[in-house]
């Protein structure tokens, strides 16, 4: 596991991670040290915890309970998956809430609502964008609290066989590959070589969501992503570049999911701090800013296992 940057505060440690480990690579468990949030941008890999399976792909969250043990496996996966952890502290978790059943839900699928969050936030990262990243993981943390205590609880895939889970997370990779085009279910099924109804139920059991909804919110993910990076492009060209056909149909789905319009949502990218600050002003103790985000590590570390 490479830790690519790691930036902290008195709140929230950010830290993106690359792992290189491919099939072949034995499995260990692994101890969660505090609570944490991690969005997969990229890639996908198995996540073992308290006795349950997930496939996690890109958009997808895991979600750390401080004290649990977990397994992350690949022998379903390609190696080079990429997250960008969101590490909570005590007192943070106890501002957000959450019950113990939140915070050991331990894979979530994508939701629209965190992924245009990820990628805002991914982006700032990388350093393209204006916005406070401490600022962007405590939204997106808080976020993920107010939607996962509304949803109802998903059935886990332990039925599923390891070929069932190969096919939706091959699926998953080949729909995130080609969201900008025109993708039907009986498309998406042609390639895992199932029918239309035997697809669906096998993706839908695996991942959490429908191939539609997870072709809609790869589409909503790379909106946010060029949304944050290129200032200038067109709204419209972006609507129709990622596979939208049309613009009001774009603004009304962006505009759901991230509770901004596309404008506002590149204007916040931009540093606009107006538009974030009814969104985190929850999120401060006493009315008192939280401290400034420093980096506490530069350029690529390798992490000792064990």
């Known amino acids: 596991m490479l830790v690519l940057s790691e930036l902290k505060t008195d709140a929230i440690r950010i830290a993106s991670y690359r792992c290189d480990a491919g099939p072949d690579a034995r499995p260990f468990t692994e101890l969660h040290e505090g609570h944490s949030v991690s969005y997969v941008r990229k890639g996908s890999f198995g996540y073992r915890t308290r006795g349950r399976a997930y496939e996690l792909v890109a958009g997808s969250v895991l979600v750390g309970c401080a004290g649990d043990e977990y397994m992350c496996t690949h022998d379903n996966h390609v190696c080079g998956d990429e997250c960008l952890a969101f590490h909570?502290?005590?007192?943070?978790?106890?501002?957000?809430?959450?019950?113990?059943?939140?915070?050991?839900?331990?894979?979530?699928?994508?939701?629209?609502?965190?992924?245009?969050?990820?990628?805002?936030?991914?982006?700032?990262?990388e350093g393209h964008g204006d916005v406070g990243l401490d600022e962007l993981g405590m939204w997106?943390?808080?976020?993920?609290?107010?939607?996962?205590?509304?949803?109802?609880?998903?059935?886990?895939a332990a039925t599923a066989t390891p070929r069932d889970r190969r096919r939706a997370v091959d699926a998953a990779m080949w729909i995130d590959a080609h969201s900008a085009s025109d993708i039907g279910l009986d498309r998406a099924a042609?390639?895992?070589?199932?029918?239309?109804?035997?697809?669906?139920?096998?993706?839908?059991?695996?991942?959490?969501?429908?191939?539609?909804?997870?072709?809609?919110?790869?589409?909503?993910?790379?909106?946010?992503?060029?949304?944050?990076?290129?200032?200038?492009?067109?709204?419209?060209?972006?609507?129709?570049?990622?596979?939208?056909?049309?613009?009001?149909?774009?603004?009304?789905?962006?505009?759901?999911?991230?509770?901004?319009?596309?404008?506002?949502?590149?204007?916040?990218?931009?540093?606009?701090?107006?538009?974030f600050?009814?969104?985190?002003?929850?999120?401060?103790?006493?009315?008192?800013?939280?401290?400034?985000?420093?980096?506490?590590?530069?350029?690529?570390?390798?992490l000792k296992r064990g």
């Not at 600050?277 to 350029?299: N, W």
């Open 190 to 275: 042609a390639e895992t070589g199932l029918s239309a109804f035997h697809f669906l139920r096998v993706f839908s059991q695996v991942l959490g969501v429908t191939p539609h909804q997870y072709l809609v919110r790869s589409r909503l993910r790379h909106a946010a992503r060029l949304l944050a990076d290129d200032r200038h492009r067109p709204v419209t060209e972006v609507a129709l570049d990622v596979g939208f056909a049309d613009l009001s149909n774009f603004v009304r789905t962006f505009h759901r999911a991230a509770g901004v319009s596309p404008s506002a949502f590149r204007k916040a990218a931009q540093g606009e701090r107006k538009i």
């Open 140 to 156: 997106f943390a808080s976020r993920f609290v107010d939607l996962v205590g509304d949803r109802k609880k998903r059935p886990v």
């Open 277 to 302: 600050q009814d969104r985190i002003a929850a999120l401060r103790d006493d009315g008192r800013p939280l401290m400034p985000f420093h980096a506490i590590g530069q350029g690529t570390v390798t």
């Open 88 to 125: 909570l502290s005590p007192g943070f978790v106890e501002l957000i809430g959450g019950d113990r059943k939140t915070w050991r839900t331990g894979g979530v699928p994508p939701l629209a609502e965190l992924v245009v969050l990820g990628e805002l936030a991914q982006a700032a990262a």
